[in-house]
């Protein structure tokens, strides 16, 4: 059975750091895009960040270009998301995901995890 779970999630204030991270079982992990998606209290679930299979490119929102840093682990079963320089409309419950093609878009994306929350504090 294939499992998703992310940790790392928290109260930070603006301008601070948090470390996401996502273990996997169940998948041949190394073979899956990875994805981290988030949603906000009202809105739709956003793409985030992804990283390819074996790590060999990654793809950012443009909202987090620069701040935020997607890496995986293939031998840990893990992707990871450093978030820097957090802002207050980073706040969402963040989500991991994998998918067999695709990257960008939620429909990509085959399994997924429970969520982590994230709240950015002013």
């Known amino acids: 059975q294939v499992q998703l779970v992310e940790s790392g999630g928290g109260l930070v204030q603006a301008g601070g750091s948090l470390r996401l991270s996502c273990t996997a079982s169940g998948l041949t992990f190394s073979v899956y895009i990875m994805g981290w998606f988030r949603q906000a209290p009202g809105k739709e679930r956003e793409f985030v960040a992804a990283?390819?299979?074996?790590?060999?490119?990654?793809y950012y929102a443009d909202s987090v270009q620069g701040r935020f840093t997607i890496s995986r682990d293939n031998a840990k079963n893990m992707v990871s998301l450093q978030m820097n320089s957090l802002k207050v409309e980073d706040t969402a419950v963040y989500y991991c995901a994998a998918s067999n093609h695709g990257a960008a878009s939620s429909s990509d994306y085959n399994y997924w995890g429970q969520g982590t929350q994230v709240t950015v504090s002013s």
């Open positions: 990283t390819t299979r074996y790590g060999g490119n990654t």
